[in-house]
T-cell receptor
Framework: QKEVEQNSGPLSVPEGAIASLNCTYS??????FFWYRQYSGKSPELIMS????GDKEDGRFTAQLNKASQYVSLLIRDSQPSDSATYLC??????????FGRGTSLIVHP | KAGVTQTPRYLIKTRGQQVTLSCSPI?????VSWYQQTPGQGLQFLFE???????NKGNFPGRFSGRQFSNSRSEMNVSTLELGDSALYLC??????????FGPGTRLLVL
C-alpha cells in the first residue's frame, strides 16, 4: 500500500522565518509530487508540483525533492500569518491516483 | 477559466435518506475525482471518472456511487445515509494527469 507520511504538527514559526514542511513516501516508483494548501473550512489549493530531483522555486515557496531518500519538502520563506494553514503532500506513481498525506498544520505567529 | 463548481454547498439530511452531489469540472478537463474529508480520517479517495468511465475506486461501501456525463460533469450519490457520512465532499478536476484542482466542496451533515 502506498503511504505518504507527514508530521501533523502544528508547526509554529514566527513571522518572517522559514517554515519547513516535510513529507516521506513509500513507493519508490513515485514520479509526481504535489503540495496543496488548505485553509480552515476551505478546500485544498494546489501551490506547487515537482517531478525531478532538486529544488523548484515559485515566489516564496521552494519544493525540494530527493527520490533516493524518498522525501519531498516545502520551504516557505518570509512566512506570513496568512500562510497559516494545513499543507497537504500528494504523491503519484504511473497511472495510479495521487496518494495524499494527512497534512501538516502550520501556524505563523506575529 | 472558471474553476470547479460544486452544488449544493451545504446539505442537511437524516439517516436513511439518500443524497446526490454535483460537480462541474474546469472546462477542458476530462477527469473528475471525488474525495471525502473528515477531521479524523483526512482526505479519502472515493472514485475517479475519466471520459464517462470509472477509472479508479477507493475503499468505500457500495452505498457510494458516481457517474460522469458526456460534458464531463459528474454526480455522486450516497444512499441510506449514516451518521458517519457527515463530511466535506470534495470534487477535483484534472486533465488526467497528477494535478488536482479542487472545488469548494459540499458539506454534508447527517442527523
Amino acid at each position: 500500500q502506498k503511504e505518504v507520511e507527514q508530521n501533523s504538527g502544528p508547526l509554529s514559526v514566527p513571522e518572517g522565518a522559514i517554515a519547513s514542511l516535510n513529507c516521506t513516501y513509500s513507493d519508490r516508483g513515485s514520479q509526481s509530487f504535489f503540495w496543496y494548501r488548505q485553509y480552515s473550512g476551505k478546500s485544498p489549493e494546489l501551490i506547487m508540483s515537482i517531478y525531478s530531483n532538486g529544488d523548484k522555486e515559485d515566489g516564496r515557496f521552494t519544493a525540494q525533492l530527493n527520490k533516493a531518500s524518498q522525501y519531498v519538502s516545502l520551504l516557505i520563506r518570509d512566512s506570513q500569518p496568512s500562510d497559516s494553514a494545513t499543507y497537504l503532500c500528494a504523491v503519484k506513481s504511473g497511472s495510479y491516483i495521487p496518494t495524499f498525506g494527512r497534512g501538516t498544520s502550520l501556524i505563523v505567529h506575529p | 477559466k472558471a474553476g470547479v463548481t460544486q452544488t449544493p454547498r451545504y446539505l442537511i439530511k437524516t439517516r436513511g435518506q439518500q443524497v446526490t452531489l454535483s460537480c462541474s469540472p474546469i472546462s477542458g478537463h476530462r477527469s473528475v475525482s471525488w474525495y471525502q474529508q473528515t477531521p479524523g480520517q483526512g482526505l479519502q479517495f472515493l472514485f475517479e471518472y475519466f471520459s464517462e468511465t470509472q477509472r479508479n475506486k477507493g475503499n468505500f461501501p457500495g452505498r457510494f456511487s458516481g457517474r460522469q456525463f458526456s460534458n464531463s460533469r459528474s454526480e455522486m450519490n450516497v444512499s441510506t445515509l449514516e451518521l458517519g457520512d457527515s463530511a466535506l465532499y470534495l470534487c477535483a478536476s484534472s486533465t488526467g494527469e497528477g494535478e488536482r484542482y479542487f472545488g469548494p466542496g459540499t458539506r454534508l451533515l447527517v442527523l
